[in-house]
């Protein structure tokens, strides 16, 4: 017991002494290097201030090639130099803004004043230069983020293109071979749309687009069969209307471009092209049977029958629209655009599952024909200005 308890106080002795010795450490180890550290760092820094003071002063003498020579000789685009603070760089910048102005060489003043415009993109020109300057900024530049992000909310209507026709029945009367022909009713439903934008600007008047989108699809058609005797007045109708829903996530890729009606581009207008990606997430069918027989009259309705399996899952298309935007300021952007939607394959059906619906097909005698959409969705979009700043030439 008395060896036990030697080795504890032992080790406890030895925790004690380490202990110690970090704080001891902590304590002069690290002021020493915060001073070491401070005697990079301060002087680097009071370095280009003693500078900037410089060219101040050689600036409000008038003499601007000292301005500039002091940049070249004494400053320069160093390492250094691009790691001190903004406003540091910017009152340099301004600076050289000046001195090139005053001696006429566009090229240099305007070089630097861009290196400015990234610094200070939020800042009014007019309170760092002379009018002449903000002038030529306004009127040649632009500043803006790298790219808008935000969101888009759409009505869309459908109108059904029908290829071949498929049907249960064969009408008796071979003179009326329409009789049991599905009327389709275009735009009849308008449902909505739900997504993202991101748009990256390549000039300030073309931009690329990708806008994934929650798009409900719908259409139409109604169908009427009759059961009867020419010799008795005892028929019994049939009317069938059925709603095709179908739930997509559609991927554009859109090239846009946009026509200003200002200068300081707050106002336009735009055309937009491109291919989409279309996939089926669900697809449900809708039915209405209103039956007439002998003056007796009864409806039935069933809904969200399950038909996954009819509509393709993957289906590419082209992308045409048009619309107005409006910059309400820097942070924020809208835009309304009408928008034209087609698949490039003539039939949306899955031929290979038309005739695995039994309930369908014998319960409501009913085969999909094939058909492709053309989709018109008008949209509103929120965008925000995101990212690093760019210039633009306008």
Partial sequence: MKFTRKIKIIYFSYLQILI???LIANLLIVPLYSRTEEKKEIPVEKEYKGK?????LALDKGDFNEVIRIFQYEVGETKEFKNESADLRAGIYELLVKAYFLSHDLKNWDLYLRKWLRIKPNEKLENFFWRPIVNHAESTYRVNRRFLLGFKLALNGAMPEVGSRFTIFSPIDVTRPDLYRKNYQPFTIHVGQIGAVLEYPLTPSISI??????????????CEYTWGDND???NTTATFSHIQKINTLEIPLLLKKCFWFSKKHQFGC????GGFLRYKISAYKKIAVNITSSGYSDEARMENIKITG???KFQGGIQLGAGLEVVLSKKLQIQGELNYNRTLSRNMINEKNRYNYPEIEYGYYDLLDDVRLHNFSLSVNILMP???YKIFRR
Avoid: H, V
Avoid at 209 to 222: E, H, N, V
């Fill in 232 to 234: 008795s007045a005892d």
């Fill in 20 to 22: 110690c010795l970090f």
């Fill in 270 to 273: 735009y055309i937009q092209g």
């Fill in 386 to 388: 995101l990212g690093p």
């Fill in 209 to 222: 687009k990708i806008c994934p989108t929650f798009t409900m699809l719908r259409y139409k058609y109604d």
């Fill in 52 to 56: 900037m003071e410089e060219m101040k």
């Fill in 310 to 312: 009819l509509i393709m």
